[in-house]
DNA sequence: TTGTATGCGTTATCAA
DNA sequence: TTGATAACGCATACAA
């Protein structure tokens, strides 16, 4: 690879000058310009990127943390996010965490070492106050995860009162006896759903019983082991919510394997509205979460952390999110279950 | 952000010795070595990593090129990857190509500049002949994509083989007209297919007919779309072979949309084997990829390609797929057609 | 066993 | 308008 001496020897200007015309310099006569240019394309010379970095701080990428890649739910949000990087002039980097506190930090190391510009954070399994403390100093954009409390730049829909929508609208539909099958509430994404879930039951004076609240795994197999765990506990129950579509996919399943018809039997509805949900039979009620915008609204944020015209860092950004009826809830009871 | 200079003010010892100590010399006395590090503690000291890997031309980090993130096809991949890139101490990144040239370009430039230590391309959009070029003097890895032609490191199943096994299978089971519903035959990908439809036609004396064949974008809506051209056309055919899970799917949708059955109005069949083909109803019989291991080994080889053991980088390594028969083929005919 | 000095390729400051 | 030169933080060849 050329260097920039390769340039200076060939075109008999300083490294200074080189540089000026590799950066648009106003400084520059088109003559001396066009020397350059020569000796450039005659070499096929670029510029060393590490060496930029290295020198600038400044690398034009940024990186997107994701808890699991593969999950259908953040393609729409990553196109959100590549569409405003593009015009800005970034390139996006995606990385997996599998919500293991060591990767994320060695991912923050990468940040604060300034092997690049910024992270929008899905995964946020460390500390909220490490989290906060490196957001101060870095930019950072959380999405999807933690509460409002936290002080730090967030986008997000408001997860409680979704949830509690949710679980109000199968409420609606005659349910008493509702189930609820949520993902580890060591997260406060999951926490804040359940915490819906227990309001739409209180406001509702419907009494709460703890035998039909069970945890698992955010994926199908969870939901399919949990469902799998009502059913033998021999609870009684006509109705689940869940805090995740692939937990209510897995849920149906079980259902399905025991011989029993969802909705009719049993009323499901998801979280999220993954491009699953709306083929797979029975289609899925559920929480459509606006993934577009998250995106493009995460990337925006974070633009502005970098180029620091945002003092503010503990602004929130709530974003609208959308109750999805389909086939999995049924309809009206003519007597409470 | 201490530096290597304020460890060395510290402890009062030279930068080499505090190299030392941070690379684990063993020439180093102990009491010298428990100077040096107190005072790396003292001033919570971390190498700058852009600086090392200026100096070094190393990251140990290894970037992973998808056409698309989010195809959960991918995830059980990036496992596999990811687990033997976590036993050699590697990091892996992703980006989207969106099988766009110049985005690979400039992820091939990262590479090129040591940026990254290696390549894993599943997006391969790139001529052939710059890709050997780059390969013949890099750590790259193509997957799932390319010819065997090609004279770089390979890893992938004989797609034509796996085409017109599946083929075979439908043709076995009576059908006569069979359609196709495949990827773009501008990736050679979806050519090897595409080829392994037309050899099991041929060899079973079935005439071909072009009126028969879509091309598609390789997403649901694509496989919708040519389906419903299928059924437009008024082109008799009693079974549709595609290029892809997604666009099996798709057109299943298309079918059911214009009151048809599935298989037994219509057999379909998909290839990749993706979690939601299980999950579907009616289930999709289609070709399964062994994703692990296709991880497992890209990395592998990858590794052998950076520690340099590896000259010949022409190798292919060839994984065996599986058919996976499964509802949406539906029974034997009785009657052909 | 330890220290000195050089260079990696670039940008940026200052002087001319 | 241009050039000389000093950083950036680290690793390493060589000397001591």
């Known amino acids: 690879m050329a260097t ?3 340039v200076v020897k060939l075109s008999g200007v300083s490294v200074a000058t080189v540089s000026r015309v590799l950066h648009d310099s106003p400084n520059v006569l088109p003559a001396t310009r066009e020397k350059v240019l020569a000796a450039i394309k005659e070499l096929d010379y670029r510029p060393n990127r590490l060496a930029q970095q290295f020198r600038t701080q400044r690398t034009m990428n940024v990186l997107v943390l994701l808890p699991r890649l593969g999950d259908s739910f953040y393609s ?3 196109r959100g996010i590549e569409a405003v990087a593009a015009e800005a002039g970034y390139h996006i980097f995606v990385a997996n965490t599998n919500n293991s506190v060591e990767l994320e930090t060695y991912f923050f190391e990468s940040l604060i070492q300034k092997q690049i510009d910024g992270i929008i954070n899905f995964s946020a399994c460390l500390p909220k106050e490490y989290m906060e403390e490196i957001a101060s100093q870095n930019p950072v954009v959380v999405a999807c995860r933690y509460l409002s409390e936290a002080r730090l730049p967030n986008v997000t829909i408001d997860n409680m ?10 409420l609606n539909l005659g349910h008493r006896r509702v189930a609820y099958i949520g993902g ?3 997260l406060a994404l999951y926490r804040s ?5 227990y309001q739409a039951l209180e406001e509702m004076n419907i009494p709460l019983d703890e035998e039909l609240v069970r945890m698992a795994d955010p994926d199908i197999q969870g939901g399919y082991d949990a469902a799998t765990g009502l059913l033998r506990s021999g609870v009684e129950f006509s109705a689940i919510v869940t805090s995740g579509d692939t937990l209510a996919i ?3 399943k079980a259902l399905e394997d025991h011989h029993m018809t969802v909705p009719d039997d049993i009323a499901v509805c998801g979280f999220d509205d993954i491009e699953m949900s709306s083929l797979l039979r029975p289609t899925l009620t559920t929480v459509r979460q606006p993934r ?6 995460s990337m925006e944020k974070l633009l502005e952390r970098i180029s620091g ?4 860092s503990g602004e929130q950004i709530i974003l609208d999110y959308e109750i999805v009826i389909r086939a999995s809830s049924g309809k009206i009871r003519s007597e409470p279950g």
Do not use: H, V
């Open 4 to 6: 920039i001496q390769d």
């Open 76 to 78: 729409e949000i990553l």
């Open 161 to 170: 009162a979704a949830s509690k929508d949710m679980t109000e609208y199968m």
């Open 184 to 186: 580890n509430t060591a």
């Open 193 to 197: 759903r359940l915490s819906g879930y």
């Open 250 to 252: 897995g849920a149906i």
């Open 292 to 297: 577009s915008l998250i995106g493009r609204r």
């Open 309 to 312: 015209q945002d003092s503010d």
